[in-house]
């Protein structure tokens, strides 16, 4: 089969849809983020200590959302063993009347799958999530952004004793 194209149109043509493959894949790798330490939080229980660190990520399609690394860390000669399901850490918001307004958990879905926690002295487990000012309406079941404003942030530790982190501010705007 022989094609009867002229050669500049085809280039041309070639060139063409080479640049709008370049503009759209373009959009579909934004830039690198920026991300900012905003804070640090920590709470215990015995030989148990969970801490929470807070860090904003400024990026074109992420606009409110936080990075958050939570873990509960041994610091007991004993070991610390459980058999969980998720979720076995959690984020409460608060707002400025010290009322609960939104958990992590509500407004996320999980796997169930058993984790197994098993740590010794000095050992730790991490988990690292993705915080969206978010709150779920019980009323219809939907997940609705937060108003702008000032809340408040604390981890906790789910698998037995719970065990809480100090607030941390944080300025949605």
């Known amino acids: 089969m022989k094609y009867n194209v002229d ?3 085809a280039v041309i043509i070639f060139f063409g849809l080479g640049s709008i493959l370049a503009v759209s894949t373009n959009d579909m790798y934004p830039p690198p983020l920026s991300r900012a330490f905003l804070c640090e939080s920590e709470g215990g229980h015995g030989d148990l200590v969970v ?4 860090e904003k990520v400024d990026g074109r399609r992420f606009e409110n959302t936080y990075i958050i690394t939570i873990n509960l860390r041994n610091t007991g000669n004993e070991p610390y063993s459980r ?13 400025t009347n ?14 169930d799958l058993p984790i197994p926690i098993h740590l010794e002295k000095g050992q730790e487990f991490t988990e ?17 952004p937060l108003p702008p404003g000032r809340y408040y942030l604390k981890g ?11 607030l941390i501010s944080v300025d949605i705007v």
């Open 7 to 9: 050669f500049p149109i």
């Open 83 to 95: 058999d969980l399901r998720q979720p076995v850490f959690d984020i409460q918001t608060y707002d």
């Open 51 to 54: 801490s929470m660190e807070l």
């Open 128 to 144: 690292v999530k993705s915080w969206e000012p978010n709150a779920l309406d019980p009323q219809d079941g939907t997940i609705n």
């Open 156 to 166: 906790a530790w789910l698998g037995g004793p719970i065990i809480e982190t100090g």
């Open 98 to 111: 010290g009322s609960l307004v939104s958990e992590w958990s509500s407004c996320n879905e999980m796997l």
